[in-house]
């Protein structure tokens, strides 16, 4: 039985991901969720966003079983502090389609997610394109409580053509 109220995120993310694997549907854990799982909670996300190939009503029929509400954008649970939603796919990070994904076991099924790296290029590329401080605060806690092969993010800023940003974040998780 699940414990609505209490439940974690990451738990939360195990628990829907296997629910959707039962009807054959793949998801990946995606966004503000990843970052607060990978920052050890010290980014807390309100939502869970996961990217499906699957019909929204495919996904609907899955959420609706479990008890939570459509309310457009997202999925409500009355008892649930988070919501769920769907964004479009492909999973991407700026012009970078994500192939390889992490996988974290929880008590209630298998969560399919971002890699630390992948996480950090997502919330760069906010960083990059919109300015968004938040996003690089973020991937400074993810890039702070992991091991990062700098490198790997060095060569994707390039790609994004954003070397004078990701200098920026360089300074920044340094200090």
């Not at 973020?138 to 700098?150: E, N, R, S």
Request: glycine share 4%; hydrophobic share 35%; charged share 30%.
């Amino acid at each position: 039985m699940i414990d609505w109220k209490n439940i974690s995120q990451k738990d939360l993310a195990g628990y829907i991901c296997e629910e959707l694997k039962k009807q054959k549907i793949d998801s990946v854990l995606v966004g503000g969720a990843c970052v607060s799982i990978y920052s050890n909670n010290q980014y807390i996300s309100n939502d869970l966003d996961f990217v499906s190939y699957h019909d929204r009503d495919s996904l609907k029929q899955v959420l609706v079983h479990l008890g939570f509400e459509d309310q457009g954008k997202y999925y409500k649970h009355s008892d649930c502090p988070w919501l769920i939603e769907f964004v479009a796919p492909p999973v991407a990070v700026g012009d970078y389609f994500v192939t390889d994904f992490h996988y974290i076991k929880t008590q209630y099924g298998t969560v399919k997610l971002l890699k630390p790296v992948d996480c950090i290029k997502d919330r760069l590329a906010s960083y990059f394109h919109w300015d968004d401080k938040q996003s690089l605060e973020q991937a400074v806690l993810i890039c702070k409580a992991h091991d990062i092969d700098l490198d790997e993010l060095k060569n994707w800023a390039e790609a994004e053509r954003q070397e004078t940003k990701f200098q920026k974040f360089l300074k920044v998780i340094k200090t």
